[in-house]
């Protein structure tokens, strides 16, 4: 009996161009839409604030990064042979996606709270930082993006 698709799974999958292969995916959240889970090392309001707003992202008007929309919680990072995106995780509908070319780095963060961080570097020399539960996570998207 063939194995069963993950919802994450499927949603990864979801609205690839034909030919294109899926490499990594995972649950994240854009540091700028995070919320506190109250329990890290700074806590409360303080902890959130400071998630969102002290390293989120860099770069100006017209960066790859100010391309992103406004977002708050848990979105799928998706990484293929041809981009890089964010869909949403129950239906993989696009949120917001760049070619693969324009991603160079990524970089692993100290954490703030429960959640492990990184920061997903362009060619323009702008960034985004996000959020996930699974450090594994990080390290496969560096695996493919590069560190």
């Known amino acids: 009996m063939p194995e069963q698709m993950s919802r994450q799974?499927?949603?990864?999958?979801?609205?690839?161009?034909?030919?294109?292969?899926?490499?990594?995916?995972?649950?994240?959240v854009p540091a700028k839409g995070a919320k506190s889970l109250k329990m890290?090392?700074?806590?409360?309001?303080?902890?959130?604030?400071?998630?969102?707003?002290?390293?989120?992202?860099?770069?100006?008007?017209?960066?790859?990064?100010?391309?992103?929309?406004?977002?708050?919680?848990?979105?799928?990072?998706?990484?293929?042979?041809?981009?890089?995106?964010l869909v949403h995780h129950l239906n993989g509908t696009p949120v917001w996606e760049i070619p693969r070319t324009w991603a160079v780095r990524v970089e692993r963060r100290p954490r703030l709270q429960l959640m492990a961080r990184f920061r997903l570097h362009f060619a323009d020399g702008s960034w985004l930082a996000f959020l996930t539960m699974r450090r594994h996570r990080i390290e496969a998207f560096r695996g493919i993006i590069g560190g």
Do not use: K
Not at 15 to 28: F, K, N, R, S, T
Not at 48 to 58: L, N, P, T, Y
């Open 9 to 28: 799974q499927q949603s990864a999958l979801s609205q690839l161009a034909p030919g294109e292969q899926l490499l990594a995916y995972g649950i994240v």
């Open 40 to 85: 890290g090392y700074l806590g409360g309001d303080l902890g959130q604030e400071m998630v969102r707003s002290i390293g989120a992202e860099s770069g100006g008007p017209g960066s790859v990064a100010s391309g992103m929309p406004r977002t708050s919680g848990a979105l799928l990072m998706r990484v293929t042979d041809q981009r890089v995106g």
